[in-house]
């Protein structure tokens, strides 16, 4: 490998072949005379311009061309001219230096052009160089050079991280990892499951119970997640009312007057509610609107008069903390658009008021597509106000423009998977913990399965990891109908068709 | 050929070396021959031309072309290298064999003993001229050494070299030439050979322009014409202008004296019927200088390959043009 040019904090870097190089890798640069050296990261990789080379691939014939020869080559000397017409330009960005072996983040100093040496720098140095492995190591599976790497469990608290991928690239996936992680160290985690893919979490592939098992609870809204109306506060009740139902301002003034009314009779139950809206004296327009919203409450089966049957999530909350960490899964598939927002705002309120009592230490918050069900006015609440509290939450999305602009800039890790949109990559690009070229050329070409990790957990030192695999029961996978043996048969038959 | 580039090359081992700028064009040399000017004199020309019919027999064409390339300069000399190209059409289907790129250092003291040794292992004999640029000689050596080759071992095969047939100037002394007529004409092969650019004049019009408005494929016999010549040269080849092709250019086209004037006809005829002609031109014989040309690349890798082999010091070509006329030192577009 040879330094060919620097224009700002990019590096072209001539590599040939037998250098094999994968984007994300990085290089140090070598300048004994400066007795510094400098380290970049490949995130594109172009052939060479060497001149000449249209004619020559215009005139070499390719396999299926009618034209057929040989060369008689007695010196060899066409293999180095393949060698010329193969070389590749690396393009890298610089991300620091290393002076009497320290780690700097400088670039401002250029490397010798004729006696710099290039070498591929081994993840196990810059792990070790940047400390990014720390005390509580959570193993995300292997980089290019096969590296075990693990993440430090400490850069996931008190942080706002972001997953997002396109469709079927293992975000989920990903998202297990962290989560059971953070149970290892402890941790009391809430998913916000979309799909119900979470709700296996304590059980193997083979559909045995594994060592969470006992730290996964799952909560299935109208099922095993019922509520009293003594639990829920007004205020959780009035924001559900209004932003999940939208109850217009009137009636909901109407309704602050009943709940009141209800709570100082002590009959604050889900039938009483019902009753005192339909006697209540005000307008027929008030009433009716405030009995629709009563029966979709109703109806919603999330809350019950029973307290048998009511679960008390804050309790359920410090349990978990208790017993050294868990998972609540709050199951969200299969319910209504407004039933999802109603049961959100009532776990939200719950957290928040648990946190903000000091009843729980941190909780770690993961949300699937949290635009689904989560009101706008939230997110900001949720980035700032409520990580000063301890809820620390990572958002999963397959859709990076549903996330606003400014939580990508607050964001302190996003674990980026594939996408191939260039809107996609453009959104995801605004993230202030990467430069823009690094992300969307990269990104643009990572397998399933492959992660690029930006922000802290890897000291700001962007690395390509593939993840591993996880021995958790799958579920929530796509429902197909074509079956495997069916399609198999089909092509079996155009096999057979075509070789006739 | 081989022994000898290596043995040429052995000199140069550890030598400082200023490579060529690869971007100008002219370092390029295909095998030219330089004759005097030939001039036509006075007739009707209509009488001369021969409409043809294309002939499908199945003959197969053979073409031949050779390049060079001064690849630069060493403290004593120059090192060249050279490649040729045979393409060979069998009924449409083209095969192609290359022979190098063999790279031959050459300098003032080892010119003469080199062409010495180039020679023993030939059927020939080629004398160096002094006054000629060593590059294009060696590139002669090296086709007519190809020439040789095929017209030996084809046959019955129409055989298409690149040139003229013009015998008695630098790298095609008579006696040599003759000799590879004379082989190929033994394994019943009809040599042709095709220039892209002639000298030959008719009212100092160039003769190819004469031809433009006629309606292709014809042939137009300059042999029969009187011909004014340098003393030196003898055509050793019937001498015709041909345009082959609709929309085409129209090209010299020199074959084998010894062949009867029908049979000339009647081996253009079996070429056009056996032979792609794009722009008037034969296939095998573009193809052929195709693949013999050097490209830049070819030119860095040939590079490569002396330093690596022979630990050649590369220092960078100072351009002079440029040092002394800043940017008006460059060539218009280069």
Redesign the interface.
Known sequence: MRLFKKAGNTLHILSFPGEEIEKGEYLLIRDEKAGKAMIAQVIDIEFANVPGIMEELLRSPDIKDSIQGEDSDPLDIMSHILYIQDARLLICKIHGTITNGELRQENSWLPSRTHSTICKLPTRSLIEMAGIEGGLPIKLGETHDSFPLAIDACQLDGKLNIITGKKGTGKSHLSKLLVLGLVDYGATVIILDLNGEYTNLGYDRDGSKNKYHNKIHVLSPGKTFKVTLYQTKLYVIMRTLTYALGLPGTSAREFRHIWRFLEKKRRLTLYELGQAIQSWKCNQHVKDALYSRYSALVNSGFFTDNMAEATDFEEMLCKTERKGGGVIVIDLSDMSPSDRQMVVEYVLAKLQEALSQWKIRAVFLFAEEAHLYLKETYWDDIVTRMRHFGLFTTFVTNQPNTIHENIYRQADNIFLLNFVNEHDLQTISRAARADAETVTSIVRDLPPHRCLLLGRIVKDFPIVVKIRPLNVKTMGQTRFFFTKEETKKEHTLDYVQFSL | M?EI??ESMHMVRGEIFQPDN??FPELFIETRQFEGLVHIKNKSISTLLTPLRPIRDGTPIIGIDVSSIKVGTTEVGGVY?VRGAI?LNVSN???????????FHITKKSIRELFKDLCKNLPFDFSFFPHVEPQSQLCNLVERWLQAYVSHSARGNIILWDGSLTAGISGSPTAELSKILKIARENSNIVMAFSKDTTVRFLEWRITDLIAEHKPPCLFEVDSLPLSSPDFTRFLGRIYMEKLAEGGCTFRLDIDRAIPRENCITAVERLLGNELVYQGYPETLR?AH??S?F????????Q??LA?NYGLRFITQSNMHRTLFGPYGTRLGG
Do not use: H, M, Q, W
């Not at chain 2, 289907?93 to 790279?103: A, C, D, E, S, T």
């Open positions: 081989v580039s290596l690869i971007e290298a393409v289907r083209y095969r192609y064999l290359r022979f190098g790129p063999l790279p193809l195709i693949y040309t490209t830049a690349s070819d030119v860095i890798g040939i490569r390959f690596k």
